[in-house]
């Protein structure tokens, strides 16, 4: 009779949990960490049109090495090449394994490779007498190198050291207009005709390897969105182009040689500033922006989030 309460209060939890039917299911927690993001479409197309351009390199590099006169020693191993690194660039999309900011860093570094290689090739050329040149194969083995140790070096690079493609191209942008102002500069500096192109050459190589450091070093903090990086090149180009223009028009054909190069930085600078202070204005904001917003669905029950990010 003692054990009578016990059976009771037993029966009654048992039909206590039948009522109230089994126990939640636990939900599975939302992975929270950063998406693992895929190549922009502009990143891909550049990518693309940077292995063309490098076939072509290479075609022009090994029609140097042969020392022939037939074009087929150009055309094939430029097309080869080209359909090689295009195709290559394909099948890495097609695996998925173009991440975001890759190809830019590819393409970024591959050019800057190029632009300095070709700066020492034209201060070699300009410092030396016409019979102590570097020969045709000489110069076409020091571009190629160039492109090639900057494609690798890219790659490289951001396997270290990941970085979005504003980034990579806010390095490009200031090491090209680095080496153009300082060539500028340079021209407009020297009053020597003879050894103008010297000076303008050498200070173009300086100042393209300094910009790549300085536009390391500024890229890591200001973060700039490759829209805003566009809108420094165009600023740039068309500033340049446009003060040049208009002196050489203004002036005809009695323009002198250190104007024109004073007048072309002074164009490069304006068309930088100007660029740089309007683009936010106009849509393309300086700094890289993400903003995410969770999503929550009903009738599943599922949780996600949504991510939008300019580059």
């Known amino acids: 009779m003692k054990c009578l309460p016990r059976v009771a209060a037993a029966i009654l939890a048992h039909a206590t949990a039948a009522a ?19 190549r922009t479409t502009e990143e891909l197309v550049q990518l693309h049109v940077t292995s063309a351009g ?7 590099w090994i029609h140097a090495l042969s020392g022939g006169d037939s074009p087929w020693s150009f055309a094939l191993p430029a097309v080869g090449v080209a359909a090689l690194g295009m195709g290559t660039t394909a099948w890495l999309d097609h695996r998925q394994r173009l991440t975001l900011g890759l190809p830019q860093a590819i393409v970024t570094d591959t050019f800057i490779g190029a632009e300095i290689a070709a700066a020492w090739v034209w201060h070699f050329r300009a410092a030396n007498a016409p019979d102590a040149d570097w020969s045709p194969q000489a110069e076409a083995s020091v571009l190629w190198g160039g492109a090639t140790l900057g494609a690798g070096l890219g790659a490289l690079r951001y396997a270290f050291s990941p970085s979005a493609p504003g980034q990579a191209a806010f390095t490009g942008s200031v090491t090209l207009w680095s080496g153009v102002l300082s060539g500028l500069l340079a021209g407009a500096l020297s009053s020597d005709p003879i050894t103008r192109d010297d000076h303008a050459s050498r200070a173009t190589a300086f100042g393209l390897e300094l910009g790549v450091i300085a536009g390391s070093f500024l890229g890591r903090r200001l973060k700039p969105s490759i829209g805003w990086v566009h809108a420094l090149d165009a600023g740039a180009l068309l500033g340049g182009g446009a003060f040049m223009g208009t002196y050489l028009l203004a002036t005809g054909n009695s323009f002198d040689d250190r104007a024109v190069f004073a007048v072309g930085a002074a164009g490069v600078g304006a068309g930088l500033v100007s660029a740089a202070l309007l683009a936010p204005r106009l849509g393309w904001p300086r700094t890289l922006a993400f903003s995410v917003a969770p999503q929550f669905t009903p009738s599943t029950g599922a949780a996600g989030m949504t991510l939008h990010a300019v580059f």
């Open 20 to 38: 109230a039917g089994p126990p939640p299911t636990p939900v599975a927690t939302t992975d929270t960490s950063p998406p693992r993001l895929q």
């Open 54 to 60: 490098y076939g072509v390199l290479t075609g022009v």
